[in-house]
């Protein structure tokens, strides 16, 4: 008993070398014990993402996006959207929390593997036969990495978001990209 006291005396105390084991037993404590049990009650390997693009940013209105020529091809209309998630758009820099890929449905947002270094969180505006296409509500136009997905490819469906929290962590990375890319979304 004597020498869990004195451990847990170290860790109180106020020096350089206390901070530094407190840092490792609460990255150990994170990435081994918190994210795995996470990971494992929602179902995903991606329990939690930091958005790192402006791709579903609202910029306007949703009905506003919505009158885009894309969501008409797809046979998308203001009224079909009344119940979709996320009507406000995402931000750059928030944190999703994402449950399992089951049940998907058109409006969902869900975050992918797409072929590029990072998972992509985009919305569903299309599924046929397990296979789905996406868009960024965002972006203009349809990209190549949005179309003919497979299911097995979804990491899962996102829920709700923490605003700006994930800028704790993406400023560190934000300052490596293009000058365009860098910074809150306009």
């Known amino acids: 008993m004597g020498k869990i006291k004195k451990i847990w005396n170290f860790l ?8 530094l084991v407190n840092f490792v037993i609460a990255f150990i404590i994170i990435k081994f014990i918190f994210f795995p049990l996470l990971s494992l009650a929602t179902g995903t390997a991606l329990p939690l993402v930091i958005v790192e693009s402006c791709s579903m940013y609202h910029s306007q209105n949703f009905q506003q996006i919505l009158s885009g020529p894309i969501y008409s091809d797809y046979n998308i209309s203001f009224s ?4 979709w998630n996320f009507k406000n758009g995402i931000n750059k820099g928030d944190i999703i929390f994402v449950v399992g890929p089951k049940n998907l449905k058109k409006g969902d947002v869900i975050v992918f593997a797409a072929g590029t270094p990072n998972p992509i969180i985009h919305r569903i505006i299309k599924i046929d036969n397990k296979i789905i296409t996406t868009k960024g509500d965002h972006n203009n136009g349809l990209l190549e990495v949005e179309k003919n997905i497979p299911e097995e490819n979804v990491y899962g469906r996102a829920v709700f978001r923490i605003p700006y929290l994930g800028w704790v962590k993406l400023i560190f990375f934000d300052i490596f990209k293009a000058p365009g890319e860098r910074g809150l979304c306009v």
């Open 12 to 19: 109180k105390s106020d020096s350089w070398s206390a901070l």
């Open 80 to 83: 079909d959207t009344q119940k």
